[in-house]
């Protein structure tokens, strides 16, 4: 089992410019969630998806992000015209709801730090 | 305001000492959970506890739900337990969303 895999691990992209981050979660979960991680405001719910359909997506900024999930195996965060507050990691993870005892634990990826400059 | 508050912010302690941790939320909950993140790293998930006391190896962690408080112990800590540690509020049974605390900043010197 790899885990959840997140690509690119590092990105550094101008400012005004588009970013798509990819998450791939263990296979056989149904739940995939995304965070993301500053030193100031610490881990914050983005949005997340259960069997592919978006369920939650109260913290997304309104305008410029986007998050699909097309297939079961991969999702993507796309932030169009970046800031420099986009600056982050972006935490992906994922969880099956099948497994009552150890309720829904997430899985964590390694994150994508994205660098708006 | 804050619903899920982590203190201390920061802990020092030398090794062989004993770590407290403690997690507090302003709403019911569902489930809490731990999770443990060295410098530049994953997050590990440590507990998945909703209530009650829960043990593995020198970690315990208690979630007394009427008090809304949860907490984590580390007996006997070593250099290797340095690292950031997390608590997460589920509000919704088994919805899986998560609402993190600031965390712990744990170092264990030599």
């Known amino acids: 089992n790899a885990g959840v895999i997140q690509t690119p691990r590092h990105k550094v992209t101008g400012k005004g410019q588009e970013a798509t981050l990819w998450c791939e979660p263990i296979?056989?979960?149904?739940?995939v969630f995304w965070y993301r991680q500053t030193i100031v405001q610490g881990l914050e719910f983005l949005t997340y998806?259960?069997?592919?359909?978006?369920?939650?997506d109260s913290g997304m900024p309104k305008e410029r992000f986007s998050a699909q999930m097309p297939n079961q195996s991969h999702s993507t965060l796309k932030i169009q015209s970046t800031q420099p507050q986009d600056s982050a990691v972006y935490l992906c993870?994922?969880?099956?709801?099948?497994?009552?005892?150890?309720?829904?634990?997430?899985?964590f990826g390694e994150g994508s730090r994205l660098i708006v400059v | 305001g804050q619903q899920v508050q982590q203190s201390p912010a920061s802990l020092v302690l030398q090794e062989g000492e004993n770590a407290e941790l403690q997690c507090n939320f302003s709403?019911?909950?569902?489930?809490m959970q731990w999770f443990y993140q060295r410098p530049g790293g994953s997050l590990v998930s440590l507990f998945y506890?909703?209530?009650g006391t829960k043990h593995s190896g020198r970690l315990t962690s208690t979630t007394v739900i009427k008090e809304r408080r949860s907490s984590l112990h580390i007996s006997s800590s070593q250099t290797t337990d340095s690292g950031t540690y997390l608590c997460?509020?589920?509000?919704?049974?088994?919805?899986?969303?998560?609402?993190f605390g600031q965390g712990t900043k744990l170092s264990i010197k030599p």
């Open positions: 997460a509020l589920e509000l919704n049974y088994n919805q899986g969303k998560l609402i």
């Open positions: 998806f259960r069997n592919q359909a978006p369920i939650d």
């Open positions: 709403t019911s909950l569902n489930s």
């Open positions: 506890n909703p209530s």
């Open positions: 993870a994922s969880s099956s709801f099948l497994d009552r005892l150890s309720g829904n634990t997430l899985y």
């Open positions: 296979s056989g979960h149904s739940a």
